[in-house]
């Protein structure tokens, strides 16, 4: 194995919950380990307000004050870690594989993918417009500009339920549009939304268009779209918040790992082996399924031990 300073036994990138769990147990397995944690390090739980159901917290944890925790853990087992995005990555020519900031280069003989996966907008015209001006997809980092306002959340699953929830404690009111009246969100999550004297549940809308007050430029309303008779009616409101689910960060990784039709990395059954030799998947970037900061910290540990052992056949 090579000494040079830039080269690692395995390089991490991703800073969620499977990104720090895959550091933790390469630092503790006393691996050469980078983590490079993107320029947002963290993760989806930074966005996140309590996280109720990561067991050691009875009373709950904050998102960002968990992530932090993970964090200090890797870093205490001698894990580097860098805050910047992996810009480049050349795995398919094999070890050692090739990963690059804008500032650095970097080898490594085991690659952990961990890159987690991010909000997914509406893709209509107007949101474009009036993101940062009453469209967002974080309740968490905006909830806080809609004082005394009326919002209104967009999804069925529990992000939608956990956004419409927390907004309560700004908003007037909350109005959640769902496109049928089937709820993907636990039943824990929607009947608490349900109950909200705030909250105001809407099936079968979606919104065709947003528009804007002409003063200000902000979010004024939307034409909402009934999908039971296709009539379409203005909806006075000042925010809205876009929870309907996520992409999986795998860009980089196109035309060299195996990707399913969602665009998420395909690893061997039950393992974290990617198609490539060496490179392992961890957390929401290979999960469309379970989606959830237990599973993904699990899903970073199994890559880390499958890094491991991988590592031990070299020598
Ligand atoms: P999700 O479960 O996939 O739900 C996405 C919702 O958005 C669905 O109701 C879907 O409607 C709707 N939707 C998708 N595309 C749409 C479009 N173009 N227009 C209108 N509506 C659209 O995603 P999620 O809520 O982000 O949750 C992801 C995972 O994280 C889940 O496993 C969830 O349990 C977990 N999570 C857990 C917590 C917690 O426990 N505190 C909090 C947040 C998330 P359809 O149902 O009609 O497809």
Redesign the pocket.
């Given at each position: 194995m090579t000494k040079d300073k830039n080269h690692y036994d395995v390089i991490i990138i991703g800073s969620g919950p499977a990104g720090y769990t895959a550091a933790i147990y390469c630092g503790r397995a006393n691996l050469k380990t980078l983590v490079l944690e993107g320029t947002q390090r963290g993760g989806q739980l930074m966005i996140?307000t309590d996280?109720?159901?990561f067991p050691g917290f009875p009373e709950g944890i904050a998102g960002p004050d968990l992530m932090e925790q993970f964090r200090k853990q890797a870093e205490r087992f001698g894990a580097e870690l860098i805050t910047k995005d992996a810009e480049e990555a050349v795995l398919t020519k094999g070890r050692p594989f090739r990963v690059g900031t804008s500032a650095e280069k970097y080898t490594s003989d085991t690659v952990i993918v961990a890159t987690g996966a991010t909000a997914?907008f509406?893709?209509i015209p107007s949101e474009e417009n009036f993101k940062g001006k009453g469209v967002s997809a974080c309740a968490t980092c905006d909830g806080f500009f809609f004082k005394e306002k009326e919002v209104a959340v967009?999804?069925?699953?529990?992000?939608?339920m956990?956004e419409a929830l927390f907004l309560t404690k700004f908003a007037t009111k909350v109005h959640i549009f769902?496109?049928?009246d089937?709820?993907?969100?636990?039943k824990i999550?929607t009947d608490r939304a349900k109950e909200h004297p705030k909250i105001e549940i809407h099936t079968f809308k979606?919104i065709d268009e947003i528009y804007g007050d002409e003063k200000t430029g902000a979010v004024a309303g939307v034409k909402l779209k009934d999908l039971q008779n296709n009539s379409i009616a203005d909806f006075p409101i000042q925010g809205i918040f876009v929870?309907?689910?996520?992409d999986p960060n795998t860009k980089l990784f196109e035309g060299q790992l195996d990707l399913d039709e969602n665009k998420y990395i395909y690893t061997k059954c039950g393992k974290s082996a990617t198609g490539i030799d060496g490179v392992f998947a961890a957390g929401d970037v290979k999960d469309s399924y379970?989606?959830?900061a237990i599973t993904a910290a699990g899903s970073g540990a199994m890559a880390a031990i499958e890094a491991e052992r991988y590592l031990e056949t070299l020598h």
């Open positions: 996140t996280v109720e159901n997914r509406l893709g967009v999804g069925g699953g529990d992000s939608a956990e769902h496109r049928r089937f709820f993907r969100a636990s999550m979606v929870a309907i689910g996520h379970y989606r959830q």
